[in-house]
């Protein structure tokens, strides 16, 4: 006769411990595991790490960094959303924020990785623009070679303006990024070569795109993924810059003053790594000025103008200073309400505006900032409660035992609550009068317990005795627990004897025993 063993009742699997979500896949103990790295480089592709899930109690492989997933997604959503919708409006408006946002993650590099308040962006796209534009018309210079003479320029543009942030610096180099901005509109507007008559208007130059497929959902589209392709270009760089060893050097620089002056201590040459970095966002944007002509055809006077530069500089606010995220998601916010809400008239430019100064006030670095800001609130908040619900000497509450990843912290907390509720009941008259007539040599074996638990406690706030006058006069001292602090006296009673003052010592201990 054969018993089954199974059950009728489904069986529950009790999990331990909570664990935020992380994306994680079996291991596999017989495999050895292999890092994708990028191409020329010895940087992980995937930040991987082999753990042991202490909810599941099994072995896994975690995805330590999900920003990779992240980035993926979004820029699947922004290439395939105005791809499959396919309007002219969706295409052209997702088209100008990425062309927007390559530009903001170039500003962003200047100003959070070479730490140079430059407003000179504008300006060097502009150069950049004007200069391939007028070529193209003037001598029929086609796409690519335009794209080569916009970087030109815009290295020449990006040398010239970081000659000066060896001397100037704040304020005062911001004042003159800004003024030389407004030099190079004024420039065009008086040069009728560069369509001065028009009101700084030159149109006409070579099209990626041709003017005739344009007319098409198929040209559309392929002008579309040209600007997305301008964007995965400008965060390539990005992310070769800022997270190689010029952006890593910078780092040791950006914060202050003193971290200058640590950095050049050091041996590191931060000016020039800061040269660089400037030079290299400099030439990208010069091609970008270059791209958006030959995107549109030409160029406008609106390139340069000062409704743009603080719109841009809105983007970056709200995204987050120094993160290529930031200024995309950032470009994506602002261009959407300003292109979008077009009904509204100037009330959508204040929107950005008010966004901006909400940002500004009540965050600590834009949208992707907020994620830190909340964490550190949230943990402050915890903290404030475990302190007003815990004692010295008590035990985990039950909904602080899952945010412990040591469970061997609780199981240790709960042996020493029932060892004092043990000693505290071994504490009787009989026990303390058998240390008053004899506070040293051999005892029973529960006043020897306790004892032994006394000697075993922290050495801060224990209790000793202080000899003020040899075999005369004696106090009881709670020591430090530092080197240097001396011991305090706890009261203002002096003691005739040794014996006397150690079993003063005994009753506080007893005492502070039955308070906790």
């Known amino acids: 006769m054969s018993v089954s063993k199974t059950s009728s009742t489904p069986q529950t699997k009790h999990l331990i411990g909570r664990r935020a979500w992380r994306p994680a896949w079996p291991a596999r103990p017989d495999r050895v595991l292999r890092r994708r790295r990028y191409f020329g480089s010895k940087r992980s592709v995937l930040k991987l790490s082999g753990q042991f899930n202490p909810k599941t109690l099994k072995r896994e492989v975690v995805l330590t960094d999900k920003k990779p997933l992240f980035w993926l997604f979004g820029l699947f959503l922004l290439v395939a959303i105005p ?22 993650v170039m500003w962003t590099l200047i100003m959070g990785t070479a730490g140079l308040q430059s407003f000179a962006t504008l300006a060097t796209v502009g150069v950049g623009s004007y200069g391939a534009a007028y070529l193209s018309i003037t001598f029929g210079l086609p796409w690519p070679l335009m794209l080569l003479v916009g970087l030109a320029l815009g290295i020449a543009m990006g040398f010239l303006i970081s000659l000066p942030a ?17 030099f190079c509109r004024n420039f065009v507007t008086q040069n009728e070569a560069l369509g001065g008559k028009f009101n700084g208007a030159l149109f006409g130059a070579g099209r990626i795109v041709p003017s005739d497929m344009l007319t098409t959902r198929l040209g559309q589209t392929l002008a579309f993924l040209t600007t997305f392709i301008a964007l995965l270009v400008a965060l390539g760089v990005f992310r070769w810059i800022n997270g190689g060893r010029i952006g890593l050097l910078l780092k040791t620089a950006s914060a202050s003053k003193e971290d200058e002056s640590f950095a050049s201590a050091i041996g590191i040459d931060w000016q020039r790594a800061r ?12 091609a970008l000025g270059a791209f958006y002509s030959t995107y549109i055809g030409g160029t406008s006077l609106q390139i340069f103008s000062l409704d743009l530069l603080l719109l841009m500089l809105a983007m970056i606010v709200i995204g987050g200073l120094g993160r290529a995220e930031g200024a995309v998601i950032g470009t994506v916010i602002v261009v959407g309400i300003t292109q979008w809400f077009t009904d509204w008239g100037p009330w959508r430019i204040v929107l950005a505006g008010a966004l901006a100064l909400l940002s500004v006030l009540y965050t600590r670095n834009g949208i992707f900032g907020l994620k830190e800001q909340m964490r550190e609130i949230r943990t402050r908040r915890q903290a404030l409660h475990r302190a007003a619900q815990t004692t010295k000497y008590a035990e985990f509450l039950p909904q602080q035992a899952p945010d412990i990843h040591d469970k061997s912290i609780i199981a240790g907390r709960t042996f020493e609550r029932e060892l004092r509720e043990k000693l505290r009941g071994w504490i009787t008259p009989e026990i303390i009068e058998e240390h008053r007539r004899s506070p040293l040599g051999q005892h029973s074996d529960h006043l020897e317990r306790i004892l032994n638990y006394f000697r075993k406690g922290p050495l801060p706030d224990k209790y000793a005795v202080y000899t003020e006058v040899p075999f005369q006069s004696y106090r009881v001292v709670a020591l430090s627990g530092m080197p240097g602090v001396p011991p305090r006296i706890v009261d203002d009673k002096t003691y005739g004897s040794l014996d006397e003052a150690y079993h003063a010592v005994f009753m506080r201990r007893i005492n502070d025993l039955k308070a906790s």
């Open 83 to 104: 791809t499959a919708v396919g309007s002219e409006r969706f295409l052209s408006l997702f088209g100008i924020i990425c062309i927007y946002a390559a530009i903001n």
């Open 275 to 286: 040269m660089i970095v400037f030079m290299v966002a400099s030439g990208v944007l010069g």
């Open 166 to 182: 060896r001397r100037l610096d704040g304020l005062y180099y911001a004042l003159l990024t800004l003024g030389l901005s407004e």
